[in-house]
């Protein structure tokens, strides 16, 4: 099982004024410990989600406190957190940097250390387990959203990380695209935790974080959390 720990974590940005009290706190202290399989994150623009998502993988080091994956520190075991937990962008854009899917995948391959003809094979055989085998040669420019960010989550998983964190994976996609990656993502073995605007999306998820202001405002079942959130929107 999965162990995600965070004691006290807490993420502030030093402020420029000459006195020292002007940091701006972006995530006060935030003691959890995630083992669910399906962990959804809700909360307002602004209010910290994506901040306390890139801590699980140490995008972004706590300013106070630790985080810790499976037991490896975020901050002495850098490599090692980021192999075991994959990370997708709101923007599939943001992270496809290739010019077509199975370059994108190959490249994610390289830490294994594969001959090129065994790395190329692999990637068409991970394209070919999403469906996507027949884009495997076409420009991202001429996919659509949906099957950006399902490009952009396989080659994340390609290397098969333990833990899977989606940072509002569905904001760009339209209806059909989003039935489309849930449907995809209810089928990993992968522990999962992924922010979210789309309540109806969350409700479906074990445990619901709501954070508002730079903090946990609720921890529990998805149906008391949506409501909470609704209260705090109001």
Do not use: C, W
Request: charged share 20%; proline share 4%.
């Amino acid at each position: 099982m999965n162990a995600i720990a965070l004691e006290s974590a807490s993420v502030s940005i030093a402020g420029t004024g000459p006195s020292g009290t002007d940091d701006k706190t972006i995530l006060r202290p935030v003691s959890l410990t995630l083992t669910e399989q399906r962990i959804a994150v809700i909360g307002a623009n602004g209010s910290g989600k994506s901040t306390l998502l890139r801590l699980l993988n140490g995008l972004v080091q706590p300013s106070t406190g630790t985080v810790s994956i499976n037991g490896l520190d975020t901050r002495l075991h850098g490599s090692a957190v980021r192999r075991a937990v994959g990370f997708v962008f709101t923007d599939p854009l943001s992270q496809l940097v290739m010019p077509t899917p199975l370059e994108d995948v190959e490249l994610s391959l390289r830490r294994l250390k594969l001959s090129k003809s065994a790395r190329r094979a692999a990637a068409l055989g991970v394209l070919e387990g999403f469906g996507l085998g027949h884009l495997a040669h076409s420009s991202i420019y001429e996919l659509s959203g949906g099957e950006r960010q399902l490009v952009a989550l396989a080659t994340v998983l390609a290397v098969e990380p333990s833990v899977l964190v989606l940072d509002e994976p569905s904001t760009l996609l339209d209806l059909r695209n989003t039935r489309m990656l849930t449907e995809r993502l209810a089928g990993l073995p992968q522990q999962v935790v992924m922010s979210t605007h789309d309540l109806s999306l969350a409700a479906g998820f074990e445990r619901v974080l709501v954070v508002n202001d730079g903090a946990i405002a609720f921890d529990g079942r998805p149906d008391v959390a949506v409501a909470h959130y609704l209260q705090l929107v109001g």
